[in-house]
């Protein structure tokens, strides 16, 4: 919506003043929301927090490169149980995070592979077969999940004098915010231009000079490497885990983040991770309802607003930039 | 000897089931290029009405076709209220695959909300612990008998309906090029809805008789629903033989599996075999499409 004269003007994120005024007052309100904000709210953000990554990385593969996964559940899985695992034998948060992630990574180029000759429905379905194959090989492998009782996962202890609930929330919000910028910066380099080319038209891409294999691997490496970060942040916060978290709903919910945040959209991940975190919340007392409230608005996204949330906000901005005229 | 034979036809006869499942998602991926997420969703209300229409006492000769019809009514519905709006705003393939996503998610949540989430077991005319003889100490309990026996004639009456009625040649124009059949005056939304209502007839008569065997509740359809897209990929996911042959493979693959190797990763041979099949042969074993080579 805005000319760009120059290729660095391109590359800025934040291009005008008022744009890095409300990012910089966001940030503010969220640094200091422990304290005038109730706890609950501090922990249903740390949610958001956690969940953005890994709508993030899916959003990644599904709106910038054009490939669906139905499989994130198993990446989401596989992170977790790597950070359980590795936090068992004592190594450091971020070492066993990192870990996570990588795992993750390995097996996204595993899964990656298909992806090379297969499209739009097939690939849908083999990321499926993908996702529940390793749902019931945890469900099936004590050595791994942990045995009956599932796996406890050492909690963060409390740093520097705050609470817990305020210390997970400001780890989850420096990860989040680094984590978007990676994602921003991503997709303004030649990576994520090659990633957009793939999805607009792959034939064309490869015409290009862009390799197609590098980049579909890539893109499905780094799209599980944030899931496989958002298995370990979610492991790390419950400080438990079995093989029934990660069932094909959770696989279902990232992707309705992804459509109702908006496809292509950084801002539209972390409203889609807002919205799958809070529409459970608000219908607590039913909870059999919230697949009916994702399935209605992936419904009428998809219909009236296939842009997402996104969108919609780019289409009230634009609305009142014009405002009274139009 | 008859430890394999007890296993293979154990195997057919939910294969035979499989297959009934695999025909609904064929029946519409080749008329549509649509995949039917929500093919288990509907096959679940239709056989939790079924399920209802039972337990205040009508007999099952009352209670099953109101049920099938239901899944019909509801996938034709789908395909008039919000198949064909996305389609007029030009939503693409894979924006309508999401669309049955959101369809089996609302109704998943629909039939947890009405019927609860507490596992029920489903009434039904034919008993599994009665069983017959079939060669030697091979034996066949009447319910699998029935499934196989179902699975087989509805298999066989979809064949006749598609290939010799004029119904069938619609569909078959239909699903060989649209615009063609449109041409020449086939009214090719009434036959697709019809397409689309058969393909859920069948998936409610899998889930009529797969509910005996498995506890009723709202996710009951999601393991076969799961098989039966991988026995549509086995066997192809445009051909209708393919899906027959698909369906008994898998249901045999499986228990002798289950039986052989551990019971344990049973259900985990359908996801290898999609993955297998699509990294090797991805137009399945009687599929013709040529796949668009990247």
Not at chain 1, 203 to 212: C, D, K, P, Q, W
Not at chain 2, 168 to 174: N, P, Y
């Amino acid at each position: 919506m805005d000319l760009i004269e120059s290729y660095k003007e391109e590359l800025r994120l934040v291009r005008r003043f008022w744009t890095g005024f409300w990012i910089i007052s966001l940030l503010i309100a969220l640094i200091f929301l422990p304290w005038y904000g109730k706890e609950h709210w501090v922990y249903i953000l740390t949610l958001i927090f956690i969940f953005s990554i890994g709508v993030q990385g899916q959003n990644l593969l599904i709106g910038y490169t054009g490939q669906i996964s139905f499989g994130q559940a198993g990446f989401l899985a596989l992170g977790a149980f790597t950070f359980g695992h590795l936090a068992r034998f004592g190594a450091p948060v971020l070492v066993s995070l990192l870990c996570a992630g990588l795992v993750a990574a390995v097996f996204g180029l595993l899964v990656g592979f298909p992806s090379l000759r297969l499209k739009g429905p097939y690939l849908a379905i083999a990321t499926l077969g993908f996702g529940i194959a390793v749902y019931q090989v945890f469900v099936n492998s004590e050595l791994l999940s942990g045995g009956r009782m599932g796996l406890t996962v050492q909690k963060l202890p409390a740093l520097f004098g705050l609470s817990q609930v305020n210390t997970y929330y400001y780890f989850n919000l420096l990860l989040a915010a680094l984590f978007t910028l990676a994602s921003y910066n991503l997709i303004s380099s030649f990576v994520g231009r090659a990633f957009i080319a793939i999805r607009d038209n792959d034939i064309s891409a490869e015409a290009m000079g862009v390799n197609l294999t590098t980049y579909k691997l890539l893109a499905f490496a780094v799209s599980s490497f944030y899931t496989g970060i958002q298995g370990g942040l979610y492991a790390l916060l419950l400080g438990y885990l079995e093989p029934n978290m990660f069932t094909f709903l959770e696989t279902i919910s990232l992707f309705v983040a992804v459509i109702v945040g908006g496809l292509a959209s950084v801002e539209g991940s972390i409203l889609g991770a807002a919205f799958v975190i809070l529409v459970p919340h608000v219908f607590s007392d039913a909870k059999q309802l919230v697949p009916v409230v994702y399935g209605i608005a992936i419904i009428l996204i998809l219909i009236f607003e296939p842009l997402g949330l996104s969108g919609r906000w780019l289409k009230i901005r634009l609305y009142f930039r014009m405002w009274p005229f139009r | 000897m008859s430890q394999f034979l007890q296993y293979a036809v154990s195997g057919l006869s939910i294969g035979a089931l499989y297959s009934l499942v695999a025909l609904g998602l064929v029946l519409i991926y080749r008329s549509t290029r649509i995949l039917n997420f929500g093919h288990g969703d509907i096959a679940t209300v239709g056989t939790f009405f079924a399920f209802t229409l039972l337990s205040h006492n009508y007999s099952w000769q009352m209670a099953f076709p109101p049920a099938l019809i239901l899944g019909a009514v509801l996938a034709m519905i789908f395909y008039f209220v919000i198949l064909i709006p996305a389609q007029r705003r030009n939503a693409t393939q894979l924006g309508q695959i999401i669309l049955t996503v959101g369809l089996s998610l609302i109704l998943q949540g629909l039939v947890a909300y009405f019927w609860g989430t507490e596992p029920q077991s489903f009434p039904f005319p034919l008993s599994d612990t009665k069983t017959w003889k079939v060669y030697k100490d091979v034996v066949i309990s009447e319910l699998s008998l029935g499934a196989l026996a179902i699975g087989l004639v509805g298999s066989l009456i979809l064949f006749f309906l598609v290939q010799k009625t004029r119904l069938g040649l619609a569909m078959r124009a239909v699903s060989e090029n649209l615009p063609a059949a449109q041409t020449l005056g086939i009214p090719t939304r009434r036959v697709l809805s019809l397409s689309w209502g058969l393909a859920a007839f069948l998936g409610v008569l899998a889930g009529i008789f797969l509910a005996p065997a498995l506890l009723l509740d709202p996710f009951f359809m999601l393991e076969p629903f799961l098989k039966g897209f991988a026995a549509a990929v086995l066997g192809g996911l445009n051909s209708l033989p393919g899906a027959i042959a698909g369906g008994l493979i898998l249901g045999v693959a499986e228990s002798l599996a289950g039986g052989y190797v551990t019971v344990a990763f049973k259900n985990t041979l359908a996801f290898i075999v999609i993955i297998v099949v699509l990294l090797i042969r991805p137009e399945g074993l009687l599929g013709k499409e040529f796949i668009e080579r990247v």
